[in-house]
C-alpha cells in the first residue's frame, strides 16, 4: 500500500461531502488480515483505563451515580491548564468525521481552525461527512484499498463489519491507554468507565476512544412555553400526554415532529417504549436476551404513536423530512416537540432556540416507566496503523480535545478564542457573530476528542436548572442497554439491516400503511433475519465478561 494519502484519494471517499483539507502528508503505512474473530469470549480481556477523574471547580449542584450531572450556573473564573506543552510535532493529520453543521469555512480564513492547529501543533486535515451520508461514505472507506486518514470517527450508526475493520486495520490501543498506563493522558483518564464500557472492547483489546456521552438517551424536546400557555403540566399521564400533543395540532402548527433519520431504527420509538416500561433494546433474563421487539410494552409503544398520528399530533411528513428541516420547524415554533440525543442540549437552548421559547425535556407519562439510558457515548475515534509514535501522538492529540470543563484548553476548544469568538462579563461567556460560523460544529473537532459532561448552558442558567431538575426526576428509574459494549458478529454484519427492518416497520405502522397487527410479522422477519441469533451471541459474550 503506497505510503501516501492521495488527495484523489480523499476525493473519492468525500464525495458529495466536504473536503476540508488540501494536499495529503506522507502517512505509514496501514495493516491487513483481520481475525474475523471480534468478539470478547474466552479472551484474556485488557482491563479498562483507570478512572481519575479531573479534581475542577465545584459545581453548583453535584451529580449522582444515576447519572444526574454536576451543575454549573456560571462559568468558571480561574481556569487552569491541563496540557503543559503542544501535543503534536508540527505534522499533518488527517481526520474523517460526521458533521451536522455546515461545512467549515477554509483555514485560510478561519480563524478559530488556525487557533486550534496552534494550540495543537499539528496542521490538521478533516473531511467532513454530512449526517445523511456518513454510513454510505463510512462502508465506501471501509471496503477502500487506499490509504486512511490517521484518525477514523465512528458513530453509533450500525456499520456493517466495522469491528472487523478496526480490528484489521487500526491501531491497537490495548498497551498505551489499558489500566494505570492511561495516566500519561490525564484527559483519557478522566473518561469515566461506563463510556470505555459502552465503546467495548474487539477481540479482548481496546481500538479507541469513546466519545463521552451523558446517561440519558434519546429524549423528547418539548417547547415549554407553548405547553405552559396551554395549562399543560410537566408531570402527565398517557391521557394528559395525548391531549397535550393532538391539542397543539393545526393551523400550521403539530405536537410532534419526526423525520427519516428519527424513523430509521430506534430513534423515533425510544421515549414512547420507555414511557409504558419497555426494556431498553434487550432484557436479561436468566442469562438470556430478550429483546425489547418482543414485549407487550414496546407494541404498546407502537400503538400509541399510531394514536397520535390518526389524531394529527405529528407532521404529515415526518417519514421524508431531513433532521435539517425538522430543527427548522422546531426552532421557528411549528413543532412543540422532537425526539433528539441528549448531547444535543446545549446547542438546542444556544444557537437554535435562542430564547424564542423555552426549553425543556419531557417526563415520561406511564405509571410503570422505564426511560432510556444511551450508551455512554456518541462513538469513538481510531488511529490508523502506524508506529508506536505516531499513535502516541495522535493520543496526545485526543487528550488536548478531551481537555475537561474548567480548563484553559476546553475552553480554546468549545468557545474558540477570546476577543474573536467569545467575550467574558459577570454572566460569563457571550458568544460573538464570528463564533455562529467558526465552531467545533462546523469544524467538528469535537468528534475527534470531547470532555466529559457536565450541565452548563452558558447564559441559560434557569435552563440549566430545569434540565437538572429533570435529571433528579427521571434518571434514578432510568435501564441501561445490556447490549452496550458486547460484540455480535452478526449485529456487526446484519446490524443495518436489522435496525432498517424495525424502522421501517414502525414507520408503516405509526403511519397508517399497515395495521398494528403487523407488527407481529415484522419481529419474525427481525428474528429470523438474525435477531435470535443476535441473541444467542450477546448471552455467550455477556457470560464471558463476567
Same mark, same amino acid.
Given at each position: 500500500?503506497?505510503?501516501?494519502?492521495?488527495?484523489?484519494?480523499?476525493?473519492?471517499?468525500?464525495?458529495?461531502?466536504?473536503?476540508?483539507?488540501?494536499?495529503?502528508?506522507?502517512?505509514?503505512?496501514?495493516?491487513?488480515? =483481520?481475525?474475523?474473530?471480534?468478539?470478547?469470549?474466552?479472551?484474556?480481556?485488557?482491563? %479498562?483505563?483507570?478512572?481519575?477523574?479531573?479534581?475542577?471547580?465545584?459545581?453548583?449542584?453535584?451529580?449522582?451515580?444515576?447519572?444526574?450531572?454536576?451543575?454549573?450556573?456560571?462559568?468558571?473564573?480561574?481556569?487552569?491548564?491541563?496540557?503543559?506543552?503542544?501535543?503534536?510535532?508540527?505534522?499533518?493529520?488527517?481526520?474523517?468525521?460526521?458533521?451536522?453543521?455546515?461545512?467549515?469555512?477554509?483555514?485560510?480564513?478561519?480563524?478559530?481552525?488556525?487557533?486550534?492547529?496552534?494550540?495543537?501543533?499539528?496542521?490538521? &486535515?478533516?473531511?467532513?461527512?454530512?449526517?445523511?451520508?456518513?454510513?454510505?461514505?463510512?462502508?465506501?472507506?471501509?471496503?477502500?484499498?487506499?490509504?486512511?486518514?490517521?484518525?477514523?470517527?465512528?458513530?453509533?450508526?450500525?456499520?456493517?463489519?466495522?469491528?472487523?475493520?478496526?480490528?484489521?486495520?487500526?491501531?491497537?490501543?490495548?498497551?498505551?491507554?489499558?489500566?494505570?498506563?492511561?495516566?500519561?493522558?490525564?484527559?483519557?483518564?478522566?473518561?469515566?468507565?461506563?463510556?470505555?464500557?459502552?465503546?467495548?472492547?474487539?477481540?479482548?483489546?481496546?481500538?479507541?476512544?469513546?466519545?463521552?456521552?451523558?446517561?440519558?438517551?434519546?429524549?423528547?424536546?418539548?417547547?415549554?412555553?407553548?405547553?405552559?400557555?396551554?395549562?399543560?403540566?410537566?408531570?402527565?399521564?398517557? !391521557?394528559?400526554?395525548?391531549?397535550?400533543?393532538?391539542?397543539?395540532?393545526?393551523?400550521?402548527? %403539530?405536537?410532534?415532529?419526526?423525520?427519516?433519520?428519527?424513523?430509521?431504527?430506534?430513534?423515533?420509538?425510544?421515549?414512547?417504549?420507555?414511557?409504558?416500561?419497555?426494556?431498553?433494546?434487550? !432484557?436479561?433474563?436468566?442469562?438470556?436476551?430478550?429483546?425489547?421487539?418482543?414485549?407487550?410494552?414496546?407494541?404498546?409503544?407502537?400503538?400509541?404513536?399510531?394514536?397520535?398520528?390518526?389524531?394529527?399530533?405529528?407532521?404529515?411528513?415526518?417519514?421524508?423530512?431531513?433532521?435539517?428541516?425538522?430543527?427548522?420547524?422546531?426552532?421557528?415554533? =411549528?413543532?412543540?416537540?422532537?425526539?433528539?440525543?441528549?448531547?444535543?442540549?446545549?446547542?438546542?437552548?444556544?444557537?437554535?432556540?435562542?430564547?424564542?421559547?423555552?426549553?425543556?425535556?419531557?417526563?415520561?407519562?406511564?405509571?410503570?416507566?422505564?426511560?432510556?439510558?444511551?450508551?455512554?457515548?456518541?462513538?469513538?475515534?481510531?488511529?490508523?496503523?502506524?508506529?508506536?509514535?505516531?499513535?502516541?501522538?495522535?493520543?496526545?492529540?485526543?487528550?488536548?480535545?478531551?481537555?475537561?470543563?474548567?480548563?484553559?484548553?476546553? !475552553?480554546?476548544?468549545?468557545?474558540?478564542?477570546?476577543?474573536?469568538?467569545?467575550?467574558?462579563?459577570?454572566?460569563?461567556?457571550?458568544?460573538?457573530?464570528?463564533?455562529?460560523?467558526?465552531?467545533?460544529?462546523?469544524?467538528?473537532?469535537?468528534?475527534?476528542?470531547?470532555?466529559?459532561?457536565?450541565?452548563?448552558?452558558?447564559?441559560?442558567?434557569?435552563?440549566? &436548572?430545569?434540565?437538572?431538575? %429533570?435529571?433528579?426526576?427521571?434518571?434514578?428509574?432510568?435501564?441501561?442497554?445490556?447490549?452496550?459494549?458486547?460484540? =455480535?458478529?452478526?449485529?456487526? =454484519?446484519?446490524?443495518?439491516?436489522?435496525?432498517?427492518?424495525?424502522?421501517?416497520?414502525?414507520?408503516?405502522?405509526?403511519?397508517?400503511?399497515?395495521?398494528?397487527?403487523? %407488527?407481529?410479522?415484522?419481529?419474525?422477519?427481525?428474528?429470523?433475519?438474525?435477531?435470535?441469533?443476535?441473541?444467542?451471541?450477546?448471552?455467550?459474550?455477556?457470560?464471558?465478561?463476567?
Amino acid at each position: 500500500m503506497s505510503s501516501h494519502l492521495r488527495r484523489r484519494s480523499l476525493l473519492k471517499f468525500a464525495g458529495a461531502g466536504a473536503l476540508a483539507t488540501v494536499a495529503g502528508p506522507a502517512l505509514a503505512g496501514c495493516g491487513s488480515g =483481520s481475525t474475523g474473530n471480534v468478539g470478547n469470549a474466552g479472551k484474556n480481556v485488557v482491563p %479498562w483505563p483507570t478512572y481519575v477523574p479531573f479534581s475542577g471547580p465545584a459545581p453548583d449542584a453535584p451529580g449522582d451515580k444515576s447519572g444526574v450531572q454536576p451543575l454549573y450556573l456560571n462559568y468558571p473564573q480561574n481556569l487552569v491548564r491541563s496540557v503543559p506543552e503542544a501535543p503534536g510535532d508540527g505534522s499533518d493529520v488527517t481526520a474523517v468525521v460526521v458533521t451536522y453543521g455546515a461545512p467549515p469555512k477554509p483555514l485560510e480564513s478561519n480563524q478559530f481552525w488556525q487557533a486550534i492547529n496552534k494550540a495543537l501543533n499539528v496542521n490538521l &486535515k478533516v473531511v467532513v461527512v454530512p449526517d445523511a451520508e456518513y454510513g454510505q461514505k463510512m462502508a465506501t472507506l471501509m471496503a477502500s484499498g487506499d490509504d486512511l486518514p490517521d484518525i477514523i470517527m465512528f458513530s453509533n450508526l450500525q456499520l456493517p463489519r466495522s469491528h472487523e475493520f478496526v480490528q484489521s486495520r487500526c491501531a491497537d490501543l490495548s498497551d498505551l491507554v489499558g489500566g494505570d498506563v492511561v495516566k500519561e493522558y490525564p484527559s483519557l483518564a478522566n473518561i469515566p468507565t461506563y463510556a470505555w464500557e459502552g465503546m467495548g472492547r474487539v477481540g479482548g483489546r481496546i481500538y479507541g476512544v469513546p466519545l463521552e456521552r451523558p446517561k440519558p438517551g434519546n429524549s423528547l424536546y418539548v417547547n415549554r412555553t407553548a405547553f405552559q400557555q396551554a395549562g399543560v403540566a410537566r408531570e402527565w399521564r398517557t !391521557e394528559e400526554f395525548v391531549a397535550a400533543m393532538t391539542g397543539q395540532s393545526g393551523g400550521g402548527r %403539530w405536537g410532534i415532529g419526526g423525520s427519516k433519520s428519527l424513523f430509521g431504527g430506534f430513534g423515533s420509538i425510544a421515549y414512547h417504549a420507555g414511557s409504558p416500561g419497555a426494556p431498553n433494546a434487550w !432484557e436479561l433474563r436468566d442469562g438470556q436476551f430478550v429483546s425489547t421487539l418482543t414485549t407487550p410494552q414496546f407494541e404498546e409503544a407502537i400503538g400509541m404513536m399510531r394514536r397520535l398520528a390518526e389524531k394529527g399530533a405529528y407532521r404529515p411528513d415526518s417519514l421524508t423530512l431531513s433532521a435539517t428541516d425538522l430543527k427548522t420547524f422546531w426552532y421557528n415554533g =411549528s413543532v412543540l416537540s422532537i425526539t433528539d440525543g441528549f448531547g444535543a442540549v446545549a446547542r438546542e437552548t444556544m444557537d437554535g432556540i435562542n430564547r424564542r421559547f423555552e426549553f425543556d425535556l419531557a417526563r415520561p407519562y406511564g405509571p410503570n416507566a422505564t426511560p432510556w439510558q444511551g450508551t455512554g457515548i456518541f462513538g469513538y475515534v481510531t488511529f490508523k496503523k502506524a508506529s508506536a509514535d505516531r499513535i502516541k501522538l495522535l493520543l496526545r492529540v485526543s487528550n488536548y480535545l478531551s481537555a475537561p470543563f474548567g480548563t484553559s484548553e476546553y !475552553e480554546l476548544v468549545n468557545y474558540g478564542v477570546e476577543g474573536t469568538h467569545f467575550t467574558k462579563d459577570s454572566g460569563g461567556i457571550k458568544t460573538t457573530d464570528l463564533f455562529k460560523v467558526e465552531n467545533n460544529v462546523n469544524l467538528p473537532i469535537k468528534y475527534l476528542g470531547v470532555a466529559p459532561a457536565v450541565l452548563h448552558l452558558p447564559g441559560y442558567p434557569e435552563a440549566a &436548572k430545569a434540565v437538572h431538575e %429533570w435529571e433528579k426526576a427521571v434518571l434514578p428509574g432510568s435501564v441501561a442497554d445490556p447490549e452496550a459494549g458486547l460484540r =455480535s458478529a452478526t449485529r456487526t =454484519s446484519k446490524g443495518a439491516e436489522l435496525t432498517r427492518t424495525v424502522g421501517d416497520a414502525i414507520g408503516a405502522i405509526v403511519f397508517g400503511r399497515k395495521p398494528v397487527s403487523a %407488527w407481529k410479522d415484522a419481529v419474525t422477519q427481525w428474528r429470523q433475519a438474525g435477531g435470535d441469533k443476535v441473541a444467542e451471541e450477546l448471552a455467550k459474550e455477556h457470560a464471558a465478561a463476567k
